[in-house]
């Protein structure tokens, strides 16, 4: 088979490598189509950060099983599956709670052991959902991963029916979160520089917007006669930042799910008058977000606003990794499909 394996920082060689075995416990998946995001960015720009080198990069996969491993019995070859990517151990006190993705020995396929950037597979049974009975195209299928992340930031921050929230930032991530909140009910307000992202912000359920520098986020809340309950920082930026602390009001839940690429002040006293909740977020709980994800996807007809377009393995850096770290992606989520020669468009119509 083919994989995309990062050596070194900007070392991602399309090599040959024989087909994995998989192990007792294991599935062997042949990857139909993996997406690729700031992580995968990261690492190949300046790694490793997370990674362990050498390494198959992709942790946003999905596609069909092709072998099981010995004392597997949960999947079969030729279901079709999604893989949540996070590895726990399943005995430690936060895996014991059903908080998997703070597993003390975690480690994710497409990190540290290899992924879903290759023509296939091997990862544990547990991490991966059989998703056959839903008839979502399987381009659909590979955004469930970056969904699952986006659930998670929502549940994690107790966003309910009748709320109000801001999301700031609508990227590879952003996007999902906004998706994820709106269907909980929620009012959103919606907060980029760029107004083709704020119209896909429309479609995803937003119930307003707002162009970032157009005035203040505290303003805009006030004309828009919302009072955010719920503000998740999506950006990274610390103008983002900046925005969301002068628009909270006491009692109010932060999510900063952006990663600051500095360190910020934090004012504490100020924090504790007024009752701030802060909420962190990390990954996905496999068994209780990746599910959600799914559902959530099932809810809309035609994803190709996220994802239009699929490009072939060979095109990874130039076409996936480098947009991503020049700012310059042409679409919110770029797919690779490990066995295609050319780009072909996304296929989102559900099957019957």
Partial sequence: MRAGVLHAAGDLRVEDKPVPVPGPGEVLVRVAVCGVCGSDA???DRGPVL???PVTLGHEFAGVVEAVGEGVTSLAPGAVVVCGAGISCGECKPCRQGRT?????????GLQVDGGLAGFAVVPAGILLDVTATGLPLDTLGLAQPMAIAVHAVRRSGLRAGDDAVIVGVGG?????????AATGARVLVVDLSGARLELA????????FRSGDGSLAEQLERAGMDADVLFEVSGSAAGLA??????KPGATIVPI?????DVPVPLGAWTLREYTIIGTVAHAVADDLPEAVRLLALRDDWSDIAGEVVPLDDVVEHGLRPLLAGGASQIKTLIDPWTESARPAEHARHA
């Fill in 42 to 44: 990261t690492e190949f």
């Fill in 101 to 109: 993705n703070l597993c003390r020995s975690y480690r994710t396929a």
């Fill in 243 to 248: 925005s969301v602390l002068d628009a909270a």
């Fill in 258 to 262: 952006g990663i600051q690429k500095a």
């Fill in 173 to 181: 991530i952003g996007a999902f979160v906004t998706f994820a909140a």
């Fill in 51 to 53: 990674t362990e080198l």
């Fill in 202 to 209: 429309q479609r995803l359920g937003a119930t307003a917007t």
